[in-house]
Nanobody, 118 residues
């Protein structure tokens, strides 16, 4: 059974930081591209950051988070992280971890709420 479990969300003030974690089980983590998506109320889910299984490929980011967010992965722990700095109210959303492989499937976590408010 595949499970992706996110943690690290919460309520922070503008300008503060959070680090999200997502630990996977039931998959061969190292062969999956790992992604972070988010969905704000009334909006479509959007891709925030992506880290390919190939360690030599750079991570990619949505324009709205470039320079503020950093995705990283530790294949020895089957975990992907999203370091979020200089948070803004518009970053408020439910953040989802996603594991994607072209032939092995597409898996999602349950989501973790991030709220940025003063």
């Amino acid at each position: 059974q595949v499970q992706l479990v996110e943690s690290g969300g919460g309520l922070v003030q503008p300008g503060e930081s959070l680090r999200l974690s997502c630990t996977a089980s039931g998959i061969t983590f190292s062969v999956y591209t790992m992604n972070w998506y988010r969905q704000a109320p009334g909006k479509q889910r959007e891709l925030v950051a992506s880290k390919n299984k190939n360690m030599f490929l750079d991570a990619t980011y949505a324009d709205s988070v470039k320079g503020r967010f950093t995705i990283s992965r530790d294949d020895t722990k089957s975990t992907v992280y999203l370091q979020m700095n200089s948070l803004k109210p518009e970053d408020t959303a439910v953040y989802y971890c996603n594991a994607r492989h072209s032939s092995r499937g597409d898996f999602w976590g349950q989501g973790t709420q991030v709220t940025v408010s003063s």
